[in-house]
T-cell receptor, first 111, second 111 residues
């Protein structure tokens, strides 16, 4: 059974720092991996999607990598800003088109 | 989010009453999903649909039913609402190579 783990559960850093959020999964047979952001009381916003055949995707200050063989993905945020404060969720899609979720990393960027 | 809307956004209902939540998409995607999100439990799949009149149960389907009579609409019904069904409900569509997109959510309170 696929399990997804996100470390750390919470992270607080000063504004301007570069940071890395980690996501690991137990079964490498994934269709794709998607990173989401959720602000308190709000919905989920898709940040980046990495297909199983890809190694990384970039969008602005965000870069996500995927290493299927080791069951790991990282989300790199460059030059963090207070507006980046949110919960970041990692989800893998299996061959049955189901999403298996990590518990999330709550990120706080201090001004 | 673009292409998917949920209604209502907020609802307060009494225990024992039926409640229907609506999810509408404008992009003609085959797969649609209903999730609930609760503190400490993350996102849990209730039901999903893989086509008109084709639905299946998720991990927390007890007390819920769904219907999909048109590609664009996926309805979630609580036959007799209970306080344990107080939650935030999210609908999602699977956009294939573009991943999942979520609706803005419905905050349901059962009193």
């Amino acid at each position: 059974k696929q399990e997804v783990t996100q470390i750390p559960a919470a992270l607080s850093v000063p504004e301007g720092e570069n940071l890395v959020l980690n996501c690991s999964f137990t079964d490498s047979a994934i269709y794709n991996l998607q990173w989401f952001r959720q602000d308190p009381g709000k919905g989920l916003t898709s940040l980046l999607l990495i297909q199983s055949s890809q190694r990384e995707q970039t969008s602005g200050r965000l870069n996500a990598s995927l290493d299927k063989s080791s069951g790991r993905s990282t989300l790199y945020i460059a030059a963090s800003q207070p507006g980046d404060s949110a919960t970041y969720l990692c989800a893998v899609q299996d061959s049955n088109y189901q999403l298996i979720w990590g518990a999330g990393t709550k990120l706080i960027i201090k001004p | 989010d673009a292409g998917i809307t949920q209604s209502p956004r907020h609802k307060v209902t009494e225990t024992g009453t039926p409640v229907t939540l609506r999810c509408h998409q404008t992009e003609n995607h085959r797969y649609m999903y209903w999730y609930r999100q609760d503190p400490g439990h993350g996102l849990r799949l209730i039901h999903y649909s893989y086509g008109v009149k084709d639905t299946d149960k998720g991990e927390v389907s007890d007390g819920y039913s769904v219907s999909r009579s048109k590609t664009e609409d996926f309805l979630l019904t609580l036959e007799s609402a209970t306080s344990s069904q107080t939650s935030v409900y999210f609908c999602a569509i699977n956009r294939g190579n573009y991943g999942y997109t979520f609706g803005s959510g419905t905050r349901l309170t059962v009193v």
